[in-house]
């Protein structure tokens, strides 16, 4: 029991509620004025608005790592910075330590912050080239008060030594060190303070991987000396398995699974994970580099798909109720409607498109009428023939079919998933926001 703050260490170190982080496109004064002349007033506001994080909980007991894992631009250093208050959220609640810490200022939030801290990706540009390494970690137990001129010296040469470096080199400046060395200072100036939970930004992805995992197991040491809590951010899934207890995998903004390591890296449930665990290099000569690579592009955080986010690029999107299908004739119109999407294949006549997609068989009733019309507009020999313009038109329309027929009448579409699952490996929980768990 923390006496100060009446925290029971049995519960949650850290609980988010439905935590939400929009960015305004139109900061600044002038920012997202657009000029009209056409009309009056002659100018529009733009209002575009950023979703990087939205609506989401989670819990981080005391001294576990939860690895938090997604592509480049998903929001997690957005989630990261806005737990820490280095963002304002948007919306929803943040406890730590059972206090929610939009209720807390000036020496509470003061006295908070040195139990939270951050170590940022880049060991180079976040160390004060002009500062000794002794000042640099010395410095956060000044901001907050802590220790006389002496006593901070002697922790700083003491953490030196904790981080593996040599405490003789207290008067060297940051550039005399490796990169590897350089983080293991910001390791040093994080713990300056004593924090209870450290938000690690993608901390060994600048370094080599020889280099990551010496100073993986030098984080994973002191969190057991100092009873440390990680949140620890990687879009490399080989680091987020070495040091990771739970896992949670992050797309445009949702928390789309999260399990135990074990379960999620031996029992992934959520089409992006698996296509994120495929995706990692196999070190096997016969394989031929990256494996089944995600299709498509992220969609813009400005207008994110409705229901699941994932759904434009999903492999396993759910057919829609209206219609009677095998699971063979869906799985054979979603190939086509991706295919024609993308463009993927020159023109050809109708009986080749049949012939490929559908093994010669189109699906019958309803939605076999509306792939006809959609076979008939992209096929070499079909009665909408024209010229290259029309040839561009055509294709469109013909996507635009298949998608507001087929996509956008799915599950998919309409409701955002959330599923709690039974683990196959250990007892924790499995949360994974798919709909074929439904
Ligand atoms: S809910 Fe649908 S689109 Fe989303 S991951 Fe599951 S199957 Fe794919």
Redesign the pocket.
């Known amino acids: 029991m923390d006496e100060d703050s009446g925290y029971d260490s049995d519960d949650a170190l850290l609980e988010l509620d439905g935590v939400t982080k929009y960015f305004g496109q139109d900061s600044g004064l002038l920012a997202g004025l657009e000029f009209e002349p056409d009309q009056f007033p002659p100018v529009n506001v733009n209002r575009e608005t950023v979703k990087a994080v939205d609506d989401v909980s989670l819990e981080i007991q005391p001294g576990e790592t939860l690895g938090l894992v997604g592509e480049s631009g998903c929001g997690k250093s957005t989630l990261g910075r806005t737990i820490l208050r280095l963002l304002e959220p948007t919306d929803g609640d943040i406890y730590f330590k059972g206090e929610n810490l939009a209720d807390l200022g000036g020496e509470e939030l003061r006295r908070m912050r040195s139990d939270m801290q951050m170590i940022f990706q880049d060991p180079q540009s976040s160390l004060d080239p002009r500062m000794k390494v002794g000042q640099i970690i010395e410095e956060p137990m000044r901001a907050h008060d802590m220790l006389d001129d002496e006593g901070r010296r002697a922790r700083a040469k003491e953490l030196l030594e904790k981080v593996g470096l040599d405490p003789r080199h207290y008067n060297r400046h940051p550039h005399a060190f490796s990169g590897g060395q350089r983080q293991r200072i910001n390791l040093a100036r994080a713990l300056s303070v004593d924090p209870d939970f450290v938000v690690c930004d993608e901390p060994v992805s600048a370094l080599d991987v020889s280099i990551q995992a010496q100073v993986l197991n030098t984080m994973e040491s002191l969190q057991e000396e100092f009873g440390l809590t990680y949140l620890f951010i990687a879009h490399d899934l080989s680091v987020i398995r070495h040091i990771s207890d739970r896992v949670a995998v992050m797309y445009l903004g949702h928390i ?1 699974e999260l399990a135990e390591k074990e379960e999620l890296f031996e029992n992934p449930q ?3 994970t698996r296509a994120l665990l495929d995706s990692i290099p196999v070190p096997d000569p016969r394989e031929n580099g990256v494996r089944g690579v995600l299709e498509g592009e992220v969609p813009s955080p400005v207008d994110p798909p409705s ?5 434009t690029r ?5 057919a829609p109720d209206a219609y009677d299908w095998s699971e063979e004739k869906w799985a054979q119109t979603r190939a086509f409607m991706r295919a024609v999407k993308r463009r993927s294949f020159e023109p050809m006549p109708a009986a080749r498109i049949e012939a490929e997609f559908f093994d010669g068989d189109r699906p019958g009733g309803e939605a076999g009428s509306i792939v006809d019309e959609a076979i008939e507009l992209v096929a070499s020999d079909g009665s909408a023939g024209g010229n290259d313009d029309d040839e561009t038109d055509r294709w469109v329309t013909a996507t635009d079919l298949l998608l507001e027929s087929f996509a956008e009448q ?4 309409h409701e955002r ?1 959330a599923y709690d699952l039974e683990s196959e490996h250990g007892n924790g929980d499995h949360f994974a ?4 768990h439904r």
């Open positions: 789309v959520h089409p992006y229901g699941c986010r994932f759904r999903c492999p396993r999107l759910i799915s599950i998919c579409a998933p926001a798919c709909h074929l």
